[in-house]
């Protein structure tokens, strides 16, 4: 039987638990499917993905960097993914045309409502202003936070960022020296998290019962994770269930297919936790 090929690209990418994640998704709904991982140089995105396209694949998930090389790539956008400017799915037709998706923010929202953590009516602090965060504004401020401050290394980046999305709420940008206040929610949309390091960050920025999310993951907590702990957040979460609920919509996207997340999750956690 002719196994039907996706993968996950990115750089780095030997971190990632995509592969596995699609293995448990395919057996539990019974599709005859391969997922790998795909290191792309970092001039060599599009060469990657239109040589996979090439050899037979059907389809592909981008992470970091690629997320707007992705969105640029593409001949049609959903509209969440033209909203976002960034694509982390890539559906490939049989007419030749690549769509692009992103499926990160339904995942985010999805994950943080299951852990009970509100947005409605909450402060909201995101750090940074790369393809990660554009992913996912649009669905947080659907959830209606009181205000959300997006907060970058470089300001101004993170002020536009705020205005292409000022028609869907509370969103402002600033500079992270520039971070006032306390938040209910933060979440880490940087990827220093990758390389073993976090943005810097005031020691006052938790509100009482804050809950902190770092949308990167790995077998320790992250470095976010350990100064929100140290900082008192109630809750410390990873991006693991993010990854997880991502995923789920991305194989709905190309299987037509809605796997069950939660064996999935507890599998990964049980293993995460040895």
Known sequence: MMLDRYAVIGNP?????????HALFAAQSGQ?????RILAPLDGFREAVLRFRAEGGRGMNVTVPFKLQAAELCDTLSERAARAGAVNTLIFHPDGTIEGDNTDGA???RDLLGHGV???????LILGAG?????????LLAERPRELVIANRTADKARQLAADFADLGPVRGCGLEALMGSFDLIINGT????????PPLADDLLAKGAVAYDMAYGQEPTPFQCWAQAHGARL???????LVEQ????FYRWRGVRPDTVPVRQTLNASHAT
């Open 13 to 21: 990418i030997a971190h990632s638990q995509s592969p596995r994640i």
């Open 32 to 36: 005859a499917m391969t997922y790998e």
């Open 107 to 109: 995942g985010l929202v």
């Open 118 to 124: 509100r947005i409605e009516d909450q402060r909201v």
């Open 131 to 139: 393809g990660a965060v554009r992913g996912v504004l649009a669905p």
């Open 191 to 198: 990827s220093a998290s990758l390389s073993g390091e976090r």
């Open 236 to 242: 410390a979460l990873d991006g693991l269930g993010m």
């Open 247 to 250: 995923a789920a919509e991305s």
